[in-house]
Nanobody, 121 residues
Framework: VQLVESGGGSVQTGGSLSLSCVAS????????MAWHRQVPGKKREWVAG???????IYGDSVKGRFTISADNAKNSVLLQMNSLKPEDTAVYYC????????????????WGQGTLVTVSS
């Protein structure tokens, strides 16, 4: 099972970016997917999550600005980021929880490699 993020880049304050995370590997089901972010030297921060049923939840720092959505048929999750601020600058990671493959393999968590988002003032 692999997660591949894309869509990172550089943007000015107030701009928007859309991150994509596509899961591959004959996935049968997963409990949910989430986005996290990390600034070098700091702890990884949870940003937003979505369950397989479509329920969403957001961290306080991004609520009202970021939107998470999923396409379960494509095993992908998007993070639409609007009104970006310099403090949103970080490497953004996608993860999937409680993944079950069609072969019956299970994974507690799977992480992507990360994509860098830079917001300049």
């Amino acid at each position: 099972v692999q997660l591949v993020e894309s869509g990172g880049g550089s943007v000015q304050t107030g701009g928007s970016l859309s991150l994509s995370c596509v899961a591959s590997g004959h996935i049968f089901s997963f409990a949910g997917m989430a986005w996290h972010r990390q600034v070098p030297g700091k702890k990884r921060e949870w940003v937003a999550g979505i369950t397989s049923g479509g329920s969403t939840i957001y961290g306080d720092s991004v609520k009202g600005r970021f939107t998470i959505s999923a396409d379960n048929a494509k095993n992908s999750v998007l993070l639409q980021m609007n009104s970006l601020k310099p403090e949103d600058t970080a490497v953004y990671y996608c993860n999937a929880a409680r993944v079950v493959t069609t072969d019956g393999d299970t994974y507690d968590e799977v992480w992507g490699q990360g994509t860098l988002v830079t917001v300049s003032s």
